[in-house]
């Protein structure tokens, strides 16, 4: 069978099981809406889809919206098969595969040597975080993977009735539960849900493990000890910008568990050895014995040289004859060993400059140092710092207790003070500080870290476009102090750029030509400093937040600013997107460490003039253009006006507020609901508003030239014209009936979103997506079916309004259509 026999089956079995649970005239409601949906597509029928969406009662609506919703829910999995079925069936090398990496390595000229060198030097580093935009409840999540199971066995003769019937019954249940979650989640719902994709992963590393081997063996005729340059960690539990729930003891909960799930997966692993590693010798079971006592303590928690036991086994198993052993049934030990230890995930944390420059400062007035340090010039704060970073006392009277507000940032530090004593230093990951605008947010975290005696690498995150125009300044500075560079070390600078804020701030283009010229000044910074670096990118899935494929955007990184690797956040839907099955993860991954290596092997190279001077100018205009826009006085009841902003605060799919502390306004909202916003409503502004002023500021010649030869200029063309794509004008101009319809800002939006389309198209040479065609087939198949949700909501956001109360009257229905449209377009945050 193929995706569309998949779709049908899926389709039929929803629709017998809305007859069967809601009678006859519903699922007849449903194929009208269905029809009517179709026809307006083609240009008749919409008065008649309007009039029977307007005349709803809200239980139809609520149903409507469920059916739709679920229909999206199982093309999912049927689009996910269906990626799991074409990568299962490829032969031959596949295209950014490890296999490739090496082949197009040695292309360069690099030697196997200079290979396995580059490998050792370089890392990727993929961060979990709790920005959920993942919507879907753990017992929803539940009966869709059941389905998703089954989905293979359809279209085998013999087991096809048994599967059908065990389809129909999840699709049964799944519409008797509710979608919606009645609580706000708590901090370890999040780490859970998050931690729920490793066990998946640790499935694919071995094959890619054994990929990167054979690719040596092939590509070099020799073999190769090279390993995964893959670590993972995670900001969940350890997150506490705007999060009052991350607690010291949310952050003690998260580590006690990483520690469980890592002791879990271990076990499992160390008694699957142990079961295929029968091999006797000397009327004994030497390996088995060994793994038992491995076992052993690793169940009783005792201490254990977890991976110095499994390497010297390995060495054993060659020794002896037994490398097939080795490599088949050892290495998936050996590499979740590798990979997970007994850590699971090395956990970060995150805290804002200001929460870190207030500890501080009451650190300083408790110690008697300076009355007024918050008060005080950078130049005064840098010498306050230096001096006490020279000195080894500390500020806080030894065994008095932290007040409650140093207790809130101090705590934290403590509890992963004591995982890293338990478990070994992999449990703890950096020190993360939002908003670094100066050298001396930078240092102010190594004076908390101090007052319990452990030492921390603080990571800087630029997020505004001032602030990433002024980092290369602020770290010239940073890796100037004696001070610092003596905490530092011989270690790797981590340097994080956040994709969100700088977007919100001066938009699409404007704030990737600010990460990349970013990116080329710190790291040549860091040359001239002596300081190996690696870039930490927060990206989110959509692409206002930087995201797009993995792949596209790493090769389309400044040559010569990956040093050390990468480190890259894996945020909401991405997770069950990248990793819910091995051989999507095992793809995912092995696309990404491509990436990564043939960029970390391009040599540095200065770019065209005419190619920055152009490129400059754009984003400049760019900017102005889109600040022009939310800066306009009519803008934000405007936006309150088109999109479902104050529903989706409403919802609870997160932990964390959807502003940070203050009165609402547009620069204290968060990225997440502000880009989602703008996905509800199909314009998808984020990801493309600014465009036509800025090709138009370069010239198409010039554009066209660098479209072809500039990967980074083609990464972020790449991934407008797929913003484009999924914006619906159409759509949009419903939700201008909400009142923008007519208005200035609402023809300016709708003028500049043809005008992107024609220019960038223009660019490309060719229609939108050309040369994604199953992309591209994927939104022509869903829009169709996501006009309904798209409608309903309308009409319920315009009741809502209108009715006094109206939002706690048409709470559920309304937060039904915003999962709905989530799992319709994909992409959401």
């Given at each position: 069978?193929?995706?569309?026999?998949?779709?049908?089956l899926?389709?039929?079995?929803?629709?017998q099981?809305l007859?069967?649970?809601?009678g006859?005239?519903?699922?007849?409601?449903?194929e009208?809406?269905?029809?009517l949906?179709?026809?307006?597509r083609?240009?008749?029928?919409?008065?008649?889809?309007?009039?029977?969406?307007?005349?709803l009662?809200?239980?139809?609506?609520?149903?409507?919206?469920?059916?739709f919703t679920?229909?999206?829910q199982l093309?999912?999995?049927?689009?996910?098969?269906?990626?799991?079925r074409?990568?299962?069936?490829?032969k031959?090398v596949?295209?950014q595969s490890?296999?490739k990496?090496?082949?197009?390595?040695?292309t360069?000229?690099l030697s196997?040597e200079?290979?396995?060198?580059?490998?050792?030097?370089?890392?990727?580093g993929?961060t979990?975080?709790?920005h959920p935009t993942?919507?879907r409840?753990?017992?929803?999540?539940?009966?869709?993977?059941e389905?998703?199971?089954?989905?293979?066995?359809?279209?085998?003769p013999?087991l096809?009735?048994?599967?059908?019937?065990?389809?129909?019954?999840h699709i049964?249940?799944?519409?008797?539960?509710?979608?919606?979650?009645?609580?706000?989640?708590?901090?370890?719902?999040?780490?859970?849900g998050?931690?729920?994709y490793l066990?998946?992963i640790?499935q694919?590393?071995?094959?890619?493990?054994?990929?990167l081997e054979?690719a040596?063996?092939?590509i070099?005729?020799?073999h190769s000890?090279?390993?995964?340059?893959?670590?993972?960690?995670?900001?969940?539990?350890?997150d506490?910008d705007g999060?009052?729930?991350?607690?010291?003891?949310?952050?003690?909960?998260?580590?006690?568990?990483h520690?469980?799930?890592a002791?879990?997966?271990l076990?499992?692993?160390?008694?699957?050895?142990?079961a295929?590693?029968?091999?006797?010798?000397?009327?004994?079971?030497?390996y088995?014995?060994?793994?038992?006592?491995?076992?052993?303590?690793?169940?009783?928690g005792q201490?254990?040289?977890?991976?110095?036991t499994?390497?010297a086994l390995?060495a054993?198993?060659?020794q002896?004859?037994?490398a097939?052993?080795?490599?088949?049934?050892?290495?998936?030990l050996l590499?979740v060993?590798r990979?997970?230890?007994?850590?699971?995930?090395?956990l970060?944390l995150r805290?804002?400059?200001?929460?870190?420059?207030?500890?501080?400062?009451e650190?300083?007035?408790s110690?008697?140092?300076?009355?007024?340090?918050?008060?005080?010039?950078?130049?005064a704060?840098?010498?306050?710092?230096?001096?006490?970073?020279?000195?080894?006392r500390?500020l806080?009277?030894?065994?008095?207790?932290?007040?409650a507000?140093?207790e809130r940032t101090i705590?934290?530090?403590?509890e992963?003070?004591?995982?890293?004593?338990?478990?070994?230093?992999?449990?703890?990951?950096?020190?993360?500080?939002?908003m670094?605008?100066?050298v001396?947010?930078?240092?102010e975290?190594?004076l908390l870290?101090?007052?319990?005696?452990?030492r921390?690498?603080?990571?800087?995150l630029?997020?505004t476009?001032?602030?990433?125009?002024?980092?290369p300044s602020?770290?010239?500075?940073l890796l100037?102090?004696?001070?610092?560079?003596?905490?530092?070390?011989?270690d790797v600078?981590e340097i994080?750029?956040?994709?969100s804020?700088?977007n919100?701030?001066?938009?699409?283009?404007?704030?990737?030509?600010?990460?990349h010229?970013?990116?080329?000044?710190?790291?040549a910074?860091?040359?001239?400093?002596?300081?190996?670096?690696?870039?930490?990118h927060?990206?989110?899935t959509?692409?206002?937040?930087g995201?797009?494929?993995?792949?596209?955007?790493?090769l389309?990184?400044?040559a010569?600013?990956i040093?050390?690797?990468?480190?890259?956040?894996?945020?909401?839907?991405?997770l069950?997107?990248?990793?819910?099955?091995?051989?999507?993860?095992?793809?995912?991954l092995?696309q990404?460490?491509y990436g990564?290596?043939?960029?970390?092997?391009?040599?540095?190279?200065?770019?065209?003039t005419?190619?920055?001077d152009?490129?400059?100018?754009?984003s400049?205009?760019?900017?102005?253009?889109?600040r022009?826009?939310?800066?306009d006085?009519?803008?934000?009841?405007?936006?309150?006006a088109?999109?479902?902003?104050?529903e989706?605060?409403r919802?609870?799919?997160?932990?964390?507020?959807?502003?940070r502390?203050?009165?609402p306004?547009?620069?204290n909202?968060?990225?997440?609901?502000?880009?989602?916003?703008?996905t509800?409503?199909?314009s998808?502004?984020?990801?493309w508003y600014g465009?036509?002023?800025?090709?138009?500021?370069?010239?198409?010649?010039v554009?066209r030239?660098m479209?072809?030869?500039w990967p980074f200029f083609?990464?972020?063309?790449?991934n407008?014209?797929?913003?484009?794509?999924?914006?619906?004008?159409?759509?949009?101009?419903?939700?201008?009936s909400?009142g923008?319809?007519?208005?200035?800002l609402?023809?300016?939006?709708?003028?500049?979103?043809?005008?992107?389309?024609?220019?960038?198209?223009?660019?490309?040479?060719?229609?939108?997506l050309?040369?994604?065609?199953?992309?591209?087939?994927?939104?022509?198949?869903?829009?169709p079916?996501?006009?309904?949700?798209?409608?309903?909501?309308?009409?319920?956001l315009r009741?809502s309004?209108?009715?006094?109360?109206?939002?706690?009257?048409?709470?559920?229905?309304?937060?039904?259509s915003?999962?709905?449209i989530a799992?319709?377009?994909?992409?959401?945050?």
């Amino acid at each position: 069978m193929g995706i569309r026999e998949d779709v049908n089956l899926l389709g039929r079995t929803l629709g017998q099981v809305l007859k069967e649970q809601e009678g006859e005239d519903f699922f007849n409601l449903v194929e009208e809406v269905r029809a009517l949906v179709r026809r307006a597509r083609g240009g008749e029928g919409s008065a008649q889809l309007q009039a029977l969406v307007a005349g709803l009662g809200t239980d139809d609506a609520e149903n409507l919206l469920r059916a739709f919703t679920w229909y999206f829910q199982l093309v999912n999995l049927a689009e996910e098969y269906e990626r799991v079925r074409v990568l299962s069936e490829a032969k031959g090398v596949r295209p950014q595969s490890l296999e490739k990496a090496l082949s197009d390595l040695k292309t360069l000229g690099l030697s196997a040597e200079q290979t396995e060198t580059l490998i050792s030097r370089v890392s990727l580093g993929l961060t979990f975080t709790a920005h959920p935009t993942e919507m879907r409840r753990r017992t929803v999540r539940n009966h869709l993977v059941e389905v998703a199971e089954a989905i293979p066995e359809l279209g085998n003769p013999e087991l096809t009735e048994e599967a059908t019937l065990r389809v129909a019954a999840h699709i049964e249940a799944m519409w008797s539960t509710p979608e919606l979650r009645r609580l706000k989640p708590t901090v370890q719902d999040e780490v859970k849900g998050g931690l729920s994709y490793l066990p998946v992963i640790a499935q694919a590393l071995p094959r890619l493990q054994r990929d990167l081997e054979r690719a040596f063996v092939h590509i070099y005729g020799r073999h190769s000890d090279a390993r995964l340059p893959l670590s993972f960690s995670s900001w969940m539990g350890g997150d506490r910008d705007g999060n009052p729930f991350v607690t010291p003891e949310a952050t003690r909960e998260t580590l006690e568990l990483h520690r469980e799930r890592a002791r879990e997966l271990l076990l499992e692993h160390i008694r699957q050895a142990y079961a295929d590693l029968s091999q006797e010798g000397g009327g004994e079971e030497p390996y088995r014995q060994t793994l038992r006592d491995l076992h052993n303590a690793v169940r009783d928690g005792q201490p254990v040289a977890l991976l110095p036991t499994l390497e010297a086994l390995d060495a054993r198993l060659r020794q002896d004859g037994q490398a097939r052993s080795a490599d088949q049934l050892l290495t998936p030990l050996l590499t979740v060993a590798r990979t997970f230890g007994q850590h699971l995930v090395s956990l970060d944390l995150r805290e804002h400059s200001q929460l870190t420059g207030a500890a501080v400062a009451e650190l300083l007035r408790s110690a008697g140092v300076s009355e007024n340090y918050d008060d005080l010039p950078e130049h005064a704060k840098l010498d306050v710092l230096s001096a006490e970073l020279r000195s080894r006392r500390p500020l806080w009277p030894a065994g008095m207790p932290f007040t409650a507000e140093l207790e809130r940032t101090i705590g934290p530090i403590r509890e992963v003070q004591r995982a890293v004593e338990k478990v070994g230093p992999r449990a703890f990951g950096r020190y993360i500080i939002s908003m670094s605008e100066s050298v001396s947010d930078i240092l102010e975290p190594l004076l908390l870290a101090r007052e319990v005696g452990f030492r921390i690498l603080p990571v800087p995150l630029f997020e505004t476009l001032g602030d990433l125009q002024r980092a290369p300044s602020v770290m010239w500075e940073l890796l100037s102090l004696p001070e610092y560079r003596a905490v530092l070390g011989s270690d790797v600078q981590e340097i994080m750029l956040g994709y969100s804020d700088s977007n919100k701030d001066a938009g699409f283009l404007a704030a990737n030509w600010a990460l990349h010229e970013a990116q080329r000044q710190i790291s040549a910074v860091c040359q001239r400093s002596n300081v190996p670096w690696r870039f930490f990118h927060g990206r989110g899935t959509s692409i206002g937040r930087g995201g797009g494929p993995a792949s596209r955007a790493i090769l389309g990184q400044p040559a010569g600013t990956i040093d050390a690797g990468l480190r890259i956040t894996e945020q909401g839907e991405a997770l069950a997107d990248k990793y819910s099955h091995p051989v999507l993860a095992h793809r995912n991954l092995e696309q990404a460490l491509y990436g990564l290596l043939l960029s970390a092997a391009r040599p540095q190279a200065d770019l065209p003039t005419a190619w920055t001077d152009a490129l400059t100018a754009a984003s400049e205009v760019s900017a102005r253009t889109y600040r022009a826009l939310v800066e306009d006085d009519h803008f934000l009841p405007f936006f309150e006006a088109v999109t479902p902003i104050h529903e989706i605060a409403r919802l609870n799919i997160a932990s964390r507020p959807v502003r940070r502390p203050g009165a609402p306004t547009l620069s204290n909202l968060r990225a997440i609901p502000w880009v989602m916003s703008w996905t509800q409503n199909r314009s998808n502004l984020p990801g493309w508003y600014g465009l036509p002023e800025a090709i138009e500021q370069m010239g198409l010649d010039v554009a066209r030239e660098m479209y072809r030869q500039w990967p980074f200029f083609r990464s972020v063309l790449d991934n407008a014209q797929m913003a484009l794509a999924k914006s619906d004008p159409q759509i949009f101009d419903d939700y201008l009936s909400l009142g923008g319809a007519g208005t200035e800002l609402a023809e300016r939006l709708q003028h500049a979103y043809e005008g992107a389309v024609r220019l960038v198209e223009a660019v490309i040479g060719g229609e939108l997506l050309a040369g994604e065609p199953r992309l591209k087939q994927s939104i022509a198949l869903r829009n169709p079916y996501i006009d309904p949700i798209h409608r309903i909501q309308v009409e319920l956001l315009r009741r809502s309004r209108a009715e006094e109360n109206g939002l706690d009257t048409y709470e559920r229905p309304l937060l039904l259509s915003v999962q709905g449209i989530a799992a319709g377009v994909r992409n959401t945050g």
